[in-house]
């Protein structure tokens, strides 16, 4: 795997808010506007994610590692294999979140990786302030339910 790109962002809401949407893949969708489906496979280890035909991996297979205070999407199956690390510390003001974006060097022979890293990491980082909003929103939803 070579490093391809990172981006940082606190999240107003506390670690565990942000743990769980991400590690919820069936959540994705919610903050992704490019995913048009996302369906298990028959043995519920893998995700089918589904996305527009302008995507870099209009199909993909992922699977999602948790430790302790991060989540880890592993794609596999489009034309660029990747991981996708979260890396979240608690701060006194929400979450930081350290995406860290890092491809399969075998996958991408022959694309123009150094011109796509910019656009790429643009992409990524909106979809990070999508999470962003859709989990403070959750998080105070679930906040107003529980008083």
Do not use: C
């Not at 790109?5 to 969708?29: C, E, G, S």
């Not at 694309?111 to 890293?117: F, G």
């Amino acid at each position: 795997m070579q490093d391809f790109f990172t981006n940082d962002l606190l999240i107003h809401a506390n670690q565990n808010a942000v743990m769980a949407i991400l590690a919820n893949p069936r959540k994705l969708i919610e903050w992704d506007p490019e995913i048009q489906s996302i369906s298990e496979d028959k043995h519920g280890h893998r995700f089918i994610i589904l996305r527009t035909n302008s995507a870099l991996n209009p199909r993909e297979q992922m699977t999602i590692s948790v430790k302790k205070n991060t989540v880890i999407y592993h794609s596999t199956g489009g034309r660029v294999a990747y991981d996708v690390i979260f890396s979240l510390i608690t701060e006194e003001n929400g979450t930081a979140v350290t995406e860290q974006v890092l491809l399969d060097s075998a996958s991408v022979k022959g694309l123009p990786v150094k011109l796509l890293a910019p656009i790429a990491k643009h992409a990524f980082m909106i979809n990070l302030t999508n999470l962003a909003t859709f989990v403070e929103r959750w998080a105070l939803m679930e906040d107003g339910e529980a008083k």
